[in-house]
């Protein structure tokens, strides 16, 4: 990171911007042109003690352009921030930004089992409601559930 002063090195503080953030940007590679696109997640922190990854959620249509994408290379890198506030000022090369963000990398692997899928959506459902739901055969099958396994994560900030 060239400007080290932003850099967040605390995984206590990452994992915070994770939690806030309620939308989550997945870039993948369609050949060589970039394709990105905002999603609902779920968070799942990792647990060395039982060599688990951190993993994020993710579910949406069964077919589409990021499906295609996604089978041919399962590779991803994603983004989310949070507390994000314009800084104006009288000239336009002073206005400045103060927020603070997670870059990170990893591998998409989506989900064929109907328990690992009602799992990977209570996930999904916790970061947005304290409520519980279950997750009839229908509604299962009708989405594509996909587990992204995190292989790198950093924090930046600016103006905190």
């Known amino acids: 990171m060239r400007k080290k002063e932003r850099e967040i090195t ?9 939690w806030k953030a309620q939308v989550c940007r997945v870039a993948m590679a369609d050949g060589n042109e970039p394709y990105t696109v905002p999603v609902c ?6 647990c060395p003690e039982h060599s688990r990854r951190g993993a994020l959620y993710v579910h949406g249509a ?30 336009a090369c002073k206005f400045s930004l103060k927020y603070r963000s997670v870059i ?18 209570d996930v999904i459902m916790k ?3 304290d409520r519980d ?9 009708s989405v594509l559930v996909w587990k992204i396994e995190i292989d790198s994560l950093s924090g930046k900030k600016a103006g905190y």
């Open 41 to 46: 997640f779920g968070y799942e922190k990792a």
């Open 62 to 91: 069964l077919a589409g352009r990021k499906i295609d994408v996604l089978k041919k290379n399962n590779r991803v890198c994603f983004e989310m921030d949070g507390d994000v506030e314009i800084r104006s000022a009288e000239t």
């Open 104 to 121: 990170g990398t990893g591998k998409v692997r989506f989900l064929e089992n109907d328990d690992e899928k009602a799992r990977a959506l």
């Open 127 to 129: 970061h947005y409601s």
């Open 10 to 18: 605390d995984p206590g503080e990452i994992e915070s911007i994770i």
């Open 133 to 141: 739901f279950t997750f009839s055969k229908p509604d299962l099958d």
